[in-house]
């Protein structure tokens, strides 16, 4: 009933931007939190940045200042602006929503499938 499709990912130098888009298709209601989790090989999924409909951001301290967090509630989109990015950022990056499902009254979350992002020089 609902899809997350992340696009944006790819392979950037050092000091490199990439911007992470996360469009959610089907049968919204309505969206509560909107947000990004990475998962490196060998390590446990983090969670990157999340935005509440209030529009109260949260991030990881390993990207506080360089990563931003947006999101466009008209076209049930979330952003994430990478900016200064180092090789340890290297990881699969999905998107997740707390969303509330067209005729129903609960919240449930919803994944992308992810994006590879890769840091390298």
């Known amino acids: 009933q609902v899809q997350l499709v992340e696009s944006g990912g790819g392979l950037v130098q050092p000091g490199g931007s990439l911007r992470l888009s996360c469009a959610a298709s089907?049968?919204?209601?309505?969206?509560?939190?909107m947000g990004w989790y990475r998962q490196a090989p060998g390590k446990q999924r983090e969670l990157v940045a999340d935005?509440?409909?209030?529009?109260?951001?949260n991030y990881a301290d390993s990207v506080k200042g360089r990563f931003t967090i947006s999101r466009d509630n008209a076209k049930n989109t979330v952003y994430l602006q990478m900016d200064s990015l180092k090789p340890e950022d290297t990881a699969v990056y999905s998107c997740?929503?707390?969303?509330?499902?067209?005729?129903?009254?609960?919240?449930?979350?919803?994944w992308g499938h992810g994006t590879q992002v890769t840091v390298s020089s």
């Open positions: 997740y929503m707390r969303l509330v499902v067209y005729g129903r009254s609960w919240f449930t979350d919803y």
């Open positions: 935005c509440t409909s209030g529009r109260n951001t």
């Open positions: 089907g049968s919204i209601g309505s969206i509560d939190t």
